[in-house]
T-cell receptor, first 112, second 112 residues
Framework: DADVTQTPRNRITKTGKRIMLECSQTKGHDRMYWYRQDPGLGLRLIYYSFDVKDINKGEISDGYSVSRQAQAKFSLSLESAIPNQTALYFC???????????FGPGTRLTVL | AQSVTQPDIHITVSEGASLELRCNYSYGATPYLFWYVQSPGQGLQLLLKYFSGDTLVQGIKGFEAEFKRSQSSFNLRKPSVHWSDAAEYFCAVENSWGKLQFGAGTQVVVTP
């Protein structure tokens, strides 16, 4: 079984809709992250959480919100989706000892 | 501000030939450096990382990377490429707060 899972894997939605992307991990890591990937831009950090009570904005947090429901779960929400939020979204986890991030398989989101 | 530059957007290499992917970083302190690989339709997989010590780092799948402080570089190499190495490769640097900054990526195409 995968250590970091993301649901859904693909989603097509319309402008203005609310969307939630979910991430779960079985690695027991404290730290979780949400990134988006756009061609030619690499991965950019949206939000990160170093423990359940700690939520921090990344470099491109506008238009997004997150919820850390438990150590193992970290959700990303788009309150009102817009077409330029069409991208591949990745969740990642790490622990403070190894400083290595482990990525989920990604969610491909299309906003029409 | 820290930054990561991958000068080559796209590289084509023949199967069996050697491969070198360039990565330059800008960071005030001694960086933690990473190379990740993303195969088509997959998440990111860690190839190798450098934290300290020996500047030549061995990774998975026959890859290695060399940290050169004087050149602010962390280039990835493989002596003999296999068709399965066709993928996108990302260099990343971690800051003191445990956040990764990614380069834009290098797409590697392997020809027969």
């Amino acid at each position: 079984d995968a250590d970091v899972t993301q649901t859904p894997r693909n989603r097509i939605t319309k402008t203005g809709k609310r969307i939630m992307l979910e991430c779960s991990q079985t690695k027991g890591h404290d730290r979780m992250y949400w990134y988006r990937q756009d061609p030619g831009l690499g991965l950019r950090l949206i939000y990160y959480s170093f423990d359940v009570k700690d939520i921090n904005k990344g470099e491109i947090s506008d238009g997004y919100s997150v919820s850390r429901q438990a150590q193992a779960k970290f959700s990303l929400s788009l309150e009102s989706a817009i077409p330029n939020q069409t991208a591949l979204y990745f969740c990642a986890t790490s622990d403070r000892d190894t400083d290595t991030q482990y990525f989920g398989p990604g969610t491909r989101l299309t906003v029409l | 501000a820290q930054s990561v530059t991958q000068p080559d957007i796209h590289i084509t290499v023949s199967e069996g030939a050697s491969l070198e992917l360039r990565c330059n970083y800008s960071y005030g302190a001694t960086p933690y450096l990473f190379w990740y690989v993303q195969s088509p339709g997959q998440g990111l997989q860690l190839l190798l990382k450098y934290f300290s010590g020996d500047t030549l780092v061995q990774g998975i799948k026959g890859f290695e990377a060399e940290f050169k402080r004087s050149q602010s570089s962390f280039n990835l190499r493989k002596p003999s490429v296999h068709w399965s190495d066709a993928a996108e490769y990302f260099c990343a640097v971690e800051n003191s707060w445990g956040k990764l900054q990614f380069g834009a990526g290098t797409q590697v195409v392997v020809t027969p």
